[in-house]
């Protein structure tokens, strides 16, 4: 590998599912992995010491609203993000490339980078793959990701194709401007749902010789089935040997479908975003949305067979008092619970891997109930 | 006592302060000590485990608010509040009196009791000590209150007057109605700062025997020497071998005061309040608002001696950070600093006592800044 302390093994495989072991500087992964995402260095709701408690592994965290609030100089001076949000295991830092692109706000796009307004001030910047690459070395994550340019799942051809140039230049100019041997640089690979586009991305990208890999311009309004048989296409493009990143994706059976076309590390808003609203993920993909009267006398816990402090100590009932009258503990104790069900989720597909019944485990997870709808996961 | 599992047994005297222990079928309250507020059966963005790590012994909850939401019979059906909060440790209800004559909404006094409006819904109800009493024990905390009147401290005399008189026949008509043998009900003086009305109160309250007495009427408006002024009154006025309670007080510098002044038992909103308002308490008295801009690069913790999970864990820079951005873990960590302060200052009075060095305690914590001020402290 080009980064120092890293070291990345599929140690087991059934079907094209990996079961994995990202080393890094602050600590191992083991994968496939859901990623919390802290987009301004919190996990919203969420204390990094029950983040340990609930088995994450890594935490990500948001280069765009870091750079604006608190700055990246603030971090730095505090040795970086670890020691910045009181979290020592592994941080990861996206590029700031999709808030430029999917914020509100005009802006122009220039191939040597964009000229955007900042959703704090509207004041006017540009972000370019060098400055992407100096603020993340300022934030010291532990995995950086490159600028890229993420287009919308429904973008016409032609706009495709020009964010896979894009894409590609920009990756070429992280490599040359990321310094730090001891941060993992990850290569995106653009294309959206285009096979042709894909196979060019995958090419260029690959050809650059990145230690680890995104799957990036998915889970953006696409349609599913489009998607799943762009992530094989990856499974067959990128090489094996090395991690892969599916941007955005949490909810519990599109992780399933994910991990199994050969993706070790995913991410995405969802369960924390859904908290704050009320509302429960279950590890069948099913939902519950605690403002339901239904739930007002019920003195079961959230879920049965969850071993999250909220399934522990509290009953639907009390749960569904804290959401009703907006006590900021009923989105804490959702947030702990929805974030454990996709961690035991990831780590029970792991052990299924390991033992060679995958498929066995994701028939036995779908036959406890109906799948809830894919969503948009992108920093909260 | 009249309640059964109860004993209370002052077990160390310094000057009129006082050390002491309380029983209850929920376990043991070593005084002084501060008792956070749960108003809504949560004590606002902390979790039940965490109030036990900040050694917290008694939590507060608010019988108005409970009635109206979820509502007794919800909370009865988990076996009352220990279970329905999940907090296993003593729990002390208010009477919702002070709740009813503060909240905004026409109420017209009667002698056997109030109506009044509904803050949820404007609906017109009637709380009579019969309803508070059989509210309470449906909520089934160990300590529950008296119904009475708090006049507000600036009333004129024939105001707090008929409050003492009415405050009376309440206490007379809880005694009457309270049934449950494993709650200890807690008689209640009123009559604002005036010496003829407190003796008056102090007289008819304690004449009817309770298990432990509240300080009702303080904290709402009076001065501040005439408080404690009332407070040294009612030190020779009570019994001494019984708890004594002062409703509503909760900055470090008023604390000492009333325990200075023969006070056991205290609660406070304040704490988790500031804590909203990103403001942090400082154990002299001293608070820090985190909003402000020189606290933006500051590597320090907020307290240099706390043992709290926030100080011990992040710096002033990254509270600063969540506080300004918003997010709720900023509320949180604060929530915990605060409440650790006074938790730690109450237990520190405590072991000063039994040492006999109140007085030298108390002037070494003043030296080390000068005081915040008193504030209101009902249900938040």
Redesign the interface.
């Known amino acids: 590998m080009r980064a120092d302390g890293f070291a990345f093994t599929v140690e087991a495989r059934d079907g094209a599912a990996r079961a994995g072991r990202l080393v890094t500087p602050h600590g191992v992964v083991e994968t496939p992995c859901f990623m919390p995402v802290g987009t301004?260095?919190?996990v919203?709701?969420?204390?990094?010491?029950e983040l340990r408690e609930l088995e994450a592994q890594v935490v990500l965290a948001n280069t765009y609203h870091l750079y604006f609030?608190?700055g990246a100089a603030?971090v730095a001076?505090?040795g970086g993000l670890h020691r910045?949000?009181?979290w020592d295991g592994p941080v990861l830092t996206d590029s700031g490339g999709f808030q430029v692109f999917s914020l509100e706000g005009t802006r122009v796009l220039r191939d040597d980078g964009v000229e955007f307004s900042s959703v704090y001030d509207g004041s006017r910047h540009v972000f370019t793959p060098e400055l992407a690459m100096r603020t993340q070395e300022d934030l010291g994550a532990d995995l950086v990701m490159a600028f890229d340019q993420c287009a919308p799942g429904t973008s016409p051809r032609p706009e495709l194709e020009a964010a896979v140039e894009r894409t590609t230049l920009w990756a070429a100019a992280c490599r040359r401007a990321h310094t730090r041997r001891d941060q993992l640089l990850v290569g995106i690979v653009q294309g959206g749902t285009d096979e042709r586009l894909r196979r060019r991305s995958a090419a260029e990208i690959t050809d650059m010789g990145f230690d680890a890999y995104a799957i990036g311009g998915l889970s953006v309004g696409e349609r599913g089935d489009e998607m799943l048989a762009t992530v094989e296409l990856m499974d067959e493009l990128l090489p094996a040997g090395r991690l892969r990143y599916f941007m955005g994706i949490g909810d519990p059976r599109g992780i399933l479908d994910v991990i199994a076309r050969g993706v070790d590390v995913f991410d995405c808003v969802l369960p924390t975003r859904m908290a704050r609203t009320g509302t429960a993920l279950l590890r069948d993909g099913g939902r519950l949305n605690l403002r339901n009267a239904r739930f007002?006398?019920d003195?079961g816990p959230l879920e049965d067979d969850c071993d999250c402090?909220a399934c522990r100590?509290?009953?639907r009932?009390?749960l569904?008092?804290?959401v009703?009258?907006r006590?900021?503990?009923g989105?804490?104790?959702l947030s702990l619970h929805n974030l454990r069900v996709l961690l035991r989720l990831a780590g029970d597909a792991r052990r299924a891997i390991r033992a060679g019944r995958f498929a066995e485990f994701v028939s036995h997870v779908a036959e406890q109930g109906s799948a809830g709808g894919r969503a948009a996961c992108r920093a909260e």
Chains 1, 2 share one sequence.
């Open positions: 301004k260095a919190s919203k709701a969420v204390e990094p010491r609030r608190p603030v001076a505090h910045f949000m009181g007002a006398a003195l402090y100590t509290f009953t009932s009390y569904r008092h804290l009703t009258q006590e900021m503990l989105a804490q104790l």
